[in-house]
C-alpha cells in the first residue's frame, strides 16, 4: 500500500526547515517525476539616516533547485545560486559577487513511508577570502531588519544527516526529525585561513489539520550552535534559535489565501569578555515577529493574480541606549502583486514585485525598499 501522500508531504515540509539552505520553497512528495526551478530576485534598499546621509543596497541572486528521483523510495535535491551584491555611499560603490555553496542531499523513506532518513554536502563553490570592502557589504545582508535572499556567500565542505517521523489521522498529520550539520574550517577574510564555524543541531517538530476548504499547520524548529574557532581557539558562539511558524489557507472555486505568522526567539551569544568565552550579559538580537499574507484569483485554468502583504517587526536588543551595542526595535511593511501561470503541461511560472518601507533603531533610520522575482519551473 502507498502512504505517500499520507506521510511523505508532511516530512518533506519538516526537511524545509532542516535542510541547511534551500533557495526555492517547495513541496516533495516521493513518486513526483524529475523536476527543476530557476529564479532571477533582485532587492534593493535605501537606509537614511537623521543627517540624511544616506545608503544603498542591492542585491540580485539567481537560485537554482533540482529534483531527481532515483527509485520508488529514494531521491536526490541539488541547491544552488549566485549572487551579486552592492553598497553605495555617496561616491563610495562597492560591489561582491559570486557563487554560493552548492548543496546535495539524498533522501530515503522507509516502513510504509512513515520513516524518511537522509544525508547531505556542502560543497564549498562559494566566494570566500572576502577583502575588507566586501565583508563591509555582508555586514550589512545580515542586518535582521532587512529581508536579503542571501545572507553570506561561501563556507567550507560541510556534511548533514537528517531523519523524520510522521503520522496521518484522518484530516490529521503530525511529524518530527532532527538534523545534524557538520561544518569544517575555511578562509573567510584575506589572512584569516583556519576559521571553523560551530556545528549545528536542528530538532523540529509539527502537525497540520484539514477539513473542507481550510488547512493549517504549526512547526516548532530549536536550533543549537557550537562554538566558532579560529586556529583551534574559540571565540564566538551563536545563542540558541527557537522559530515557530503557523499558517492557515482557505481554498473554494477560484480564490485561495494564506496567512502566516513567524517568531524567532534567538537567546544570548558567547563572545569573547575579559580575554575567555563567555556568555554575554544582554541579548545582541531582538525577537523577530513577521505576519504575512498572500490571496490568489484563479482568473483562467491556467492564470492566478496574486496579492502580496509582508509585515515584519524585531524588538530592541538587551542592552541600555548609552551601551555601544545597543539596537532599537525595527519594522517594515510590504505589499505587492504578482502572477502566476502554468503552460505547455510541464512548465510553470511567476512573476511578483513587491515594495518596503519602515524604520530601524528606533526610527533613527528610515527604510524604503522593493523587491523584483520572476521565475520558471518544470517538471519531466
Known sequence: MNYSGKYLTIIFLLIGFLFLYQPLEGQIVFGQPPSGEIKFIYQSWTITETSDAETTLNQWVLPVYGFVPVRDNVEIIFTSSTA???RDVGDDDISLTGLNDSRVAVYASFFEDRVLLGAGINLPTGKKSLDSDEIGVVNWLTESFLNFPIKNYGEGFGATIEAGYART???FSFGGGASYLLKTAY?????IEDYKP????RLAAFGTAQRDQFWGRLSLVYSIYGEDKLDGTSLFKDGDIFDLTAEFRF???RISALLGLREIVRGKDKRIIS????TEPEKSHG?????YGETVYRVTERIGLKGLLDYQY????GYADDHPRSFGSSNYFGFGAGVTGSFYEMFRGVAEFEYFTGSADDDILDLSGWQFIIGVGASF
Do not use: K
Request: hydrophobic share 40%; net charge negative; glycine share 12%.
Open 287 to 291: 525577537a523577530e515577529t513577521r505576519i
Open 187 to 191: 578562509e573567510p577574510l584575506e589572512g
Open 84 to 86: 551579486g551584491a552592492s
Open 198 to 201: 560551530g556545528n549545528m543541531l
Open 169 to 171: 489521522f484522518d484530516a
Open 275 to 278: 580575554g575567555e568565552l563567555n
Open 251 to 253: 481554498s473554494q472555486d
Open 314 to 317: 524585531v524588538a530592541a536588543n
